[in-house]
């Protein structure tokens, strides 16, 4: 059902191609043979399947804030009509969901009518609207194909620009670090460092649509290994090192031992001491003074001092991702100062009041990517090892993509083989 109408126009452009091409050949003057391959190309359809042989065809993109609507009132297309369609058809696209940058096209009829749209959502899909007299929507699919693809570099400038040079997308570079967030601080990459990665590449046709699923990848950071292999059965979804440990770590859940929540993340509270309503991007733990407070994760102190508001606080990075702040503590404990590295459960301070604070508490925030965020509310990463009933499995499935991280690249199998052939020893000898 999929693949038919596009057989049918891949037919029909060929057809017409010919013809264009014979009239072209034997015409010595085009102006006036043209008429003849003209009507005969007058079943030509586009990509999409519209007959652009019978209707103009206007191309664009949707700009901010505008509406269906918008896009087809200046069509002639009746403002009743645009309605219905809206409507009915809700439940198959909803037209508020049209996206500012997408592209669209609208085929007008020789008085100049709008008779189809087609809006393309992504490049997987796109949604034909008919705006004749029988007004309906219909979603199309594409197929999406997935090719697995082995490619391999050394830093020279940055990861970014190792991967461009490769023709490959940089989007690869998020996945790498997404992967790797808690053993390589992608922020921190030397001139040197190598890589070599086993991922997903998603097309629609010749364009690339998505980067998939990282499988496997070997990184070698600072002249040290790290693996990660992708591993999903039941409910397990995770990367793993060679010898099945979860790559993610979890945080603790709270900074302390404490008493109860007093107030929770809200971006609207009412303020108790500034009597009015403001966000709250943090967590507060109440307990007794002097109770002692954690690092909830690894990482590196960035902040260790005494604002007004804050009173006594750390700010604690963890990886290019991660960065949490304890406030209102009595005291910092000794030696917690900006650059020293902390564990897991390491004490940092003990609970006060200082600063904006009614009561004994911590004020706990935790940054992602840049933004603070609920932590409750996230998915806590998995700790644990790979679950024991599935480690015989995980082991064979290793063994197979270690052989592809460490095994020379075979060239000719893709393109992308032989522009790695330029850094052979790159993943050997670091
Ligand atoms: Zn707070």
Redesign the pocket.
């Known amino acids: 059902m999929r693949d038919r109408p596009l057989l049918v126009i891949a037919l029909l452009v060929a057809a017409a191609t010919v013809l264009l091409l014979r009239s072209w050949q034997t015409s010595d003057a085009p102006a006036i043979e043209q008429e003849t391959p003209i009507q005969t190309v007058s079943l030509t359809t586009d990509e999409f399947g519209m007959p652009v042989s019978e209707l103009s065809v206007i191309e664009s993109t949707v700009r901010r804030n505008e509406t269906f609507s918008d896009l087809l009132t200046p069509y002639g297309v009746e403002f009743q009509r645009i309605v219905n369609l809206a409507r009915d058809g809700r439940d198959t696209f909803d037209v508020r969901r049209l996206k500012s940058g997408r592209p669209y096209r609208v085929y007008t009829d020789s008085s100049g009518v709008g008779r189809y749209m087609v809006y393309q959502p992504n490049l997987a899909s796109y949604v034909v609207f008919d705006l004749g007299e029988e007004p309906s929507v219909r979603v199309e699919e594409r197929n999406v194909v997935v090719r697995e693809r082995t490619i391999e570099g050394t830093i020279e400038e940055s990861l970014y620009m190792t991967l461009i040079n490769q023709d490959i997308h940089p989007t690869v570079a998020n996945r790498m670090a997404d992967v790797f967030a808690w053993q390589i601080d992608f922020s921190r990459l030397q001139k040197g460092d190598s890589f070599r990665i086993v991922f997903e590449e998603q097309y629609v046709g010749d364009h690339l649509f998505d980067i998939g699923e990282v499988t496997a990848a070997r990184f070698v950071h600072m002249n040290e290994d790290y693996y990660a292999f992708h591993y999903q059965n039941g409910d397990v979804d995770e990367h793993y090192d060679e010898t099945g440990k979860s790559l993610r770590k979890a945080f603790l859940i709270a900074p302390v031992e404490y008493k109860r929540i007093s ?1 929770g993340f809200t971006y609207r509270r009412f303020h108790p001491v500034q009597k009015r309503y403001k966000a ?1 991007l ?3 733990y109440a307990a007794d003074p002097g109770t002692p407070i954690m690092a909830t994760g690894d990482g590196v102190v960035t902040e260790a001092r005494y604002g007004q508001y804050n009173g006594n606080y750390v700010k604690i990075r963890h990886n290019g991702t991660y960065t949490t702040q304890y ?2 503590m009595q005291k910092i404990k000794t030696g917690i100062r900006p650059g020293v590295r902390v564990k897991q459960g390491d004490i940092i301070g003990f609970v006060g009041s200082t600063g904006l ?1 009614t009561g004994p ?1 911590v ?3 935790f940054w992602k990517g840049g933004e603070q965020v609920d932590h409750r509310r996230e998915k806590i990463p998995s700790v644990g090892p790979i679950p024991t009933q599935y480690f015989a499995d995980f082991s064979v499935q290793r063994d197979d993509m270690m052989m592809a991280l460490t095994s020379p690249l075979n060239p000719g199998i893709d393109r992308s083989y032989a522009e790695l052939l330029k850094t052979p020893e790159a993943l050997t000898s670091p």
């Open positions: 107030s709250h943090g967590t507060d406030l209102h604070a508490h004020c706990y925030r």
